[in-house]
């Protein structure tokens, strides 16, 4: 039996336009992953994170093959590499087949095994840490294009202040962490050819509209199925396992991860949009407003 990564097909071009989702946590950044992969086309793993590698792996051959390597499939604490399905051995050997070996192949390389994987050509990625890295990336590779999903900072708050991955409770903590998320983005993309940005409440509210201006910046071809992406959201959030420390202690379940993800599972729900109307006391709304009015103000959300 053929193996998904026997039967990569090596002239496939590796310079595609690659969608990249980043934002601020909690803004809908899997949402618009799960409508871009319904693409048939298009395949985009779980949280990669390990593009910031490229901004401190040094030396040449073979041996920064192997340090690559080792810091890819270790990335993070607890390691995220399960979420890809892809063996240890495969990319290993995939990876060397790149002669001369260089970082922004080896990259290619996982996101061409995954897209295999998937019976798929083309790849992209969704990270919302990237927001702080567009530079980094876009140097590592240029085929990158941006997709900055923004969302109300208040909705935003309220939504990853309950997270395990959140930066603190405080309204003031989470203010200053979407701000200064936001403000990276767009201060490494506006401007840019490689850099869009998408209101999360227009891609709830105005659903296809958006999807298809997201399409023309990736290069992509707009799909009906896109639309009806929930229906295949619960298979695809298998890929998101449980997170074990390297000692074996667990830190969430693969339910709890699946959970916190549980909207996408569903069609674009407008309640969503403005929340904090709803749910924001007065004080919470003064103190954001405190350190993040400024920003609000000038993505003209109501102040």
Not at 18 to 33: A, E
Not at 160 to 189: H, K, N
Not at 200 to 216: G, M, Q, S
Request: aromatic share 10%; glycine share 6%.
């Amino acid at each position: 039996m053929v193996k998904f990564w026997q039967k990569v097909d090596r002239d496939l071009p590796s310079r595609n336009p690659m969608p990249i989702i980043v934002g601020s946590p909690r803004s809908g950044t899997t949402l618009l992953r799960l409508m871009l992969d319904a693409n048939s086309e298009l395949a985009i793993p779980p949280e990669t994170g390990f593009l910031t590698l490229s901004e401190k792996l040094t030396g040449k051959g073979d041996k920064l093959r192997e340090r690559f390597f080792k810091a890819v499939v270790n990335y993070s604490q607890p390691p995220s590499w399960p979420d890809f399905e892809i063996p240890e051995e495969t990319f290993w050997t995939a990876l060397t087949e790149i002669t001369p070996f260089n970082i922004s192949d080896g990259f290619r390389t996982f996101y061409r095994l995954y897209s295999t994987r998937h019976g798929k050509t083309r790849w992209g990625d969704k990270t919302p840490i990237y927001c702080q890295h567009l530079n980094a990336i876009r140097h590592t590779l240029p085929e990158a294009r941006f997709i900055h999903i923004i969302r109300d900072g208040r909705d935003a708050a309220l939504s990853l202040r309950r997270m395990w991955f959140s930066p603190g409770w405080e309204i003031e903590t989470q203010a200053a962490y979407w701000r200064d998320c936001v403000l990276a983005a767009r201060r490494a993309g506006v401007g840019r050819d490689d850099y869009i940005e998408v209101r999360y409440e227009e891609l709830i509210l105005n659903t296809e509209e958006t999807l298809k201006r997201v399409c023309a910046h990736s290069g992509l071809t707009f799909e009906e199925a896109m639309l009806s992406y929930y229906k295949r959201a619960p298979e695809r959030l298998k890929e998101h396992k449980g997170r074990c420390y390297p000692d074996g202690t667990p830190l969430l379940t693969q339910d709890q991860r699946v959970q916190q993800q549980q909207r996408t599972t569903e069609p674009p729900d407008p309640t969503c949009v403005f929340a904090w109307k709803q749910t924001m006391d007065t004080d919470e709304r003064i103190r954001f407003h405190g350190i993040a009015g400024d920003l609000l103000k000038e993505l003209g959300y109501e102040t």
